[in-house]
């Protein structure tokens, strides 16, 4: 299992990675393999602004379609739409090309109730 220390995570399996107020977010390698094969993700929030744990978007696999949560609070300023084409890329690189949005981060405080790499592996048992 694949969970790289420099990034940070939440309970619903997304994983963040934080360049001064800009977050880039997408969803682990535990949660796409959980999720099975991606076949689309959904993302209609582009420039709006929502508040930390509310719905960003939804990733669909063969099997289940589940809900994408905004892990900060911030503007949704990019979705990465090479998955528009290549959805699998959340599947075979969850962390470079398959990253999901890129999100303005409105309060900066929020980033210290996320999950360091090692608390993400101790919820997963990994």
Request: hydrophobic share 40%.
């Given at each position: 299992m694949n969970i790289?220390t420099e990034l940070?995570?939440?309970?619903d399996?997304?994983?963040i990675?934080i360049d001064?107020?800009?977050?880039?977010v997408?969803?682990?390698?535990?949660?796409?393999?959980?999720?099975?094969?991606?076949?689309y993700v959904?993302?209609?929030?582009?420039d709006?602004t929502?508040?930390?744990?509310?719905?960003?978007?939804?990733v669909?696999?063969?099997?289940?379609?589940?809900?994408l949560?905004?892990?900060?609070s911030g503007?949704?300023?990019e979705?990465?739409?090479?998955?528009?084409?290549?959805p699998?890329?959340?599947n075979?690189?969850p962390y470079?090309?398959?990253w999901?949005?890129?999100?303005?981060?409105s309060?900066?405080?929020?980033?210290?109730?996320?999950?360091?790499?090692?608390?993400y592996?101790?919820?997963?048992?990994?």
């Amino acid at each position: 299992m694949n969970i790289p220390t420099e990034l940070k995570y939440t309970k619903d399996h997304e994983w963040i990675k934080i360049d001064g107020d800009i977050a880039t977010v997408g969803i682990t390698d535990f949660a796409q393999s959980e999720l099975g094969d991606i076949v689309y993700v959904e993302v209609e929030t582009v420039d709006e602004t929502l508040d930390k744990e509310e719905v960003f978007g939804t990733v669909e696999a063969v099997k289940t379609v589940s809900d994408l949560f905004q892990p900060l609070s911030g503007e949704i300023i990019e979705f990465n739409e090479k998955l528009e084409d290549a959805p699998e890329s959340v599947n075979s690189d969850p962390y470079g090309d398959g990253w999901m949005v890129k999100i303005k981060i409105s309060d900066a405080s929020e980033v210290a109730g996320l999950l360091s790499a090692d608390d993400y592996k101790s919820l997963i048992g990994a």
